[in-house]
Nanobody
Framework: QMHLVESGGGLVQSGGSLRLSCSAS????????VGWFRQAPGKEREFVAS????????????SVKGRFTISRDSARNPVKNTVYLQMNSLKLEDTAVYYC????????????WGQGTQVTVSS
């Protein structure tokens, strides 16, 4: 059974850092991309970053480039592994529920989602 479980959210001051983790099980990640999304109150869910597991290619939305980094566990075990989102120089507007998701290669949408973790940036 496929599971994605996020952790690492919390309250941080503006300019601070957090690292989110997405523990993936039940997937062979060689055949997936893993993405991070976020949804702020009253706003639509938006793409933040993604990584194609097989080759490590990464993608970011413009608003987080240079501040956020998506990475994978160094063990690179495709069937039980963790994807991270290192968030630096956090801004008030980064406050949201952050979700990780998995998209099978060749699919046009993310089909598997975690439950989300809250990130709150205070002034």
């Amino acid at each position: 059974q496929m599971h994605l479980v996020e952790s690492g959210g919390g309250l941080v001051q503006s300019g601070g850092s957090l690292r989110l983790s997405c523990s993936a099980s039940g997937f062979n990640l060689d055949y997936y991309s893993v993405g991070w999304f976020r949804q702020a109150p009253g706003k639509e869910r938006e793409f933040v970053a993604s990584m194609r597991w097989s080759n490590g290619d990464t993608y970011y939305t413009d608003s987080v480039k240079g501040r956020f980094t998506i990475s994978r566990d160094s063990a690179r075990n495709p069937v039980k592994n963790t994807v991270y989102l290192q968030m630096n120089s956090l801004k008030l507007e980064d406050t949201a529920v952050y979700y990780c998701a998995a998209q099978s290669l060749g699919s046009t949408q993310y089909n598997y989602w975690g439950q989300g973790t809250q990130v709150t940036v205070s002034s």
